[in-house]
């Protein structure tokens, strides 16, 4: 068994059947759920809410990770918490101090992720990284699916790994080859949208990317 954990982005699903489109990568082997939620100021997108995940909890078992790239995150912390989020994931760039906001959502008894954006460099999370479960390193502009990964975060990862023991993410424009070399540099968990949903077999692709 491979210790990857693969984590399709519903971003990329069929919003009009999303439990059925969850049903279908748990049944492929997926590990976690990751819900990208945008709100039109942080990003330049707007996605889903709370309620979306409330609905998915009652559909599925696995981990359900909130990607929060919205401005003010603390305001919705508590929201997504109830809602069942597994691991709740804010924005380093989103926040002021992020340490208070980490420290609130631990406190509600969810784990936590911190992100960084490419332009963000790896060092402005090392102070972070006893506090958090879980570090998102983003290989795209967040805002959209189905852009070109950006292999020059590969040292960023490298960077991570060598001070923090815990789950590395990585996100944006996972597909088979992309995978490799993230896993290389020492990511170990792979969220992909448009490869896992837009697959043939969504099986092969979860598969192929562990
Ligand atoms: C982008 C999101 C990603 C996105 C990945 O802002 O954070 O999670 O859904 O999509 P793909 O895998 O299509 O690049
Ligand atoms: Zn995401």
Same mark, same amino acid.
């Given at each position: 068994?491979?210790?990857? #954990?693969?984590? $399709?982005?519903?971003?990329?699903? @069929? /919003?009009? *059947?999303? +439990? !059925?489109?969850?049903?279908?990568?748990?049944?492929?082997?997926?590990?976690?759920?990751?819900?990208?939620?945008?709100?039109?100021?942080?990003?330049?997108?707007l996605?889903?809410?709370?309620?979306?995940?409330?609905?998915?909890?009652?559909?599925?078992?696995?981990?359900?990770?909130?990607?929060?790239? #919205?401005?003010? $995150?603390?305001?919705?912390?508590? @929201? /997504?918490? *109830?809602? +069942? !989020?597994?691991i709740?994931?804010?924005?380093?760039?989103?926040?002021?101090?992020?340490?208070?906001v980490?420290?609130?959502i631990?406190?509600?008894?969810?784990?936590v992720?911190?992100?960084?954006?490419?332009?963000?460099?790896?060092?402005?999370?090392y102070?972070?990284?006893?506090?958090?479960?879980?570090?998102?390193?983003?290989?795209?502009?967040?805002g959209?699916?189905g852009?070109?990964?950006?292999?020059?975060?590969m040292?960023?990862?490298?960077?991570?790994?060598?001070?923090?023991?815990?789950?590395?993410?990585?996100?944006?424009?996972?597909n088979?080859?992309?995978?490799?070399?993230?896993?290389?540099?020492?990511?170990n968990?792979?969220?992909?949208?448009t490869?896992?949903?837009?697959?043939?077999?969504?099986?092969?692709a979860?598969?192929?990317?562990?």
């Amino acid at each position: 068994m491979s210790n990857i #954990i693969v984590a $399709p982005s519903i971003l990329a699903a @069929d /919003f009009s *059947k999303l +439990g !059925s489109e969850i049903k279908s990568v748990e049944r492929a082997g997926a590990d976690w759920i990751h819900v990208d939620v945008m709100d039109g100021h942080f990003v330049p997108n707007l996605t889903i809410g709370a309620p979306v995940v409330k609905s998915l909890r009652k559909n599925t078992k696995l981990i359900l990770e909130s990607h929060l790239m #919205i401005d003010n $995150p603390a305001r919705y912390i508590e @929201d /997504f918490a *109830k809602a +069942g !989020s597994d691991i709740i994931t804010i924005h380093q760039e989103a926040v002021k101090n992020p340490k208070s906001v980490i420290r609130m959502i631990k406190a509600l008894g969810v784990k936590v992720g911190i992100s960084i954006k490419p332009k963000t460099k790896a060092s402005k999370i090392y102070d972070l990284l006893d506090m958090v479960d879980l570090v998102l390193i983003m290989t795209v502009e967040p805002g959209f699916g189905g852009q070109a990964f950006m292999e020059d975060m590969m040292p960023k990862i490298k960077k991570i790994r060598k001070r923090f023991n815990g789950d590395i993410a990585v996100d944006g424009g996972i597909n088979l080859q992309t995978a490799k070399k993230a896993k290389k540099a020492g990511a170990n968990v792979l969220v992909a949208g448009t490869y896992v949903f837009g697959a043939k077999s969504i099986k092969k692709a979860i598969e192929s990317l562990r």
